[in-house]
């Protein structure tokens, strides 16, 4: 009487551990950008309270040469590396508002996240530029 296989030969078994080894290469580098790319939008969502600051003194004095920071309600300079390490500086000048970042991977370097008003009949919009354009995108 012929007995069933009872479990894997070797063979199979490391057939197993390549396919799983090959698909971890290819994640991993894909999930490092993914977690980089998440861990700048707090640079970007830091912009908010300047962007509303720069907005109220434009709307106060109707140009942007007067809106810096620590004046017409705009936040003060922050210079600190931030709780989760994302954010070093953020500045405003002239109603120009510039986030410069962490480096996040390894080997990155600190990108500049820098927001500029556009007043346009009275209305402002804002055109953004960023150094590092795998995270801005």
Request: glycine share 8%; aromatic share 8%; charged share 10%.
């Amino acid at each position: 009487m012929k007995t069933a296989q009872q479990g894997f030969t070797l063979i199979e078994l490391m057939i197993v551990v390549a396919i799983v080894a090959i698909l971890a290469g290819i994640g991993i580098p894909s999930y490092q950008n993914y977690t980089e790319r998440a861990r700048f939008s707090e640079v970007i969502n830091a912009s908010s309270p300047f962007k509303t600051g720069v907005e109220v003194c434009i709307s106060m004095t109707g140009k942007t040469t007067d809106c810096d920071h620590n004046t017409n309600s705009i936040p003060n300079t922050i210079s600190f590396a931030s709780p989760s390490g994302a954010i070093k500086s953020i500045t405003v000048s002239d109603g120009l508002i510039e986030i410069t970042s962490n480096g996040f991977g390894s080997g990155s370097s600190a990108a500049k996240y820098t927001l500029t008003p556009v007043l346009n009949n009275g209305i402002i919009s804002w055109t953004d530029n960023c150094s590092a354009l795998d995270y801005c995108s």
